[in-house]
């Protein structure tokens, strides 16, 4: 006997009416990142949503097999500065490492060079290779992300103002950042 025919979308049996289990094509359901993951992306951002009500979302479809860009923009207030817009990128096809833009100032030694065709500087937030504990995973939750920002946006801010005197820990990079090297602090 032939398999059953499925209508288009519906998940059930064009012969008997029964729901039968959509199959993905492509990546497994386990295989999905954070991102894709409805539910996952809801639970690692809630506490995030909770905090800054102005959280906003976008996701953008990019042409051709270029994936998805994610996209949330929030106000930050940094302590004893200005308040800054941060916008913090994920790609589908990266969905651990984002890309996180900031307005005001962009004198830091803490920045990657400016993205092809852009003005915009990424922060350099951790050195790439570091274990997972010394950056952030999304299992930190985009609240831990947004806290990892807000505190670097300080130590920028007082490098400015201190005699380009960075506070605490970096990794050691000189100008090499700027030139598109993958070292972050």
């Known amino acids: 006997m032939p398999a059953p025919l499925r209508s288009r979308g519906s998940g059930r049996s064009a012969t008997h009416g029964a729901d039968v289990p959509r199959r993905r094509v492509g990546r497994r359901p386990d295989q999905r990142s954070w991102l894709e993951n409805v539910s996952e992306r809801i639970r690692l951002t809630a506490a995030a949503r909770k905090a800054h009500p102005d959280l906003a979302y976008s996701r953008e479809q990019l042409a051709g097999r270029h994936g998805v860009t994610y996209t949330f923009t929030v106000a930050v207030n940094v302590e004893g500065y200005a308040a800054r817009l941060v916008t913090i990128q994920f790609s ?94």
């Open 92 to 185: 589908s096809r990266s969905p651990d490492v984002p890309l996180v833009f900031v307005d005001g100032p962009a004198d830091s030694p803490h920045r990657y060079a400016a993205l092809r065709g852009t003005t915009r500087e990424p922060l350099c937030l951790w050195y790439p290779r570091d274990p997972h504990d010394r950056r952030w995973v999304p299992d930190d939750g985009l609240l831990g992300l947004i806290a990892l920002v807000t505190l670097h946006l300080f130590k920028e801010a007082w490098w400015r103002e201190n005699d380009h005197r960075w506070i605490g820990e970096e990794a050691p990079h000189g100008d090499s950042t700027k030139k598109g090297d993958d070292r972050a602090a």
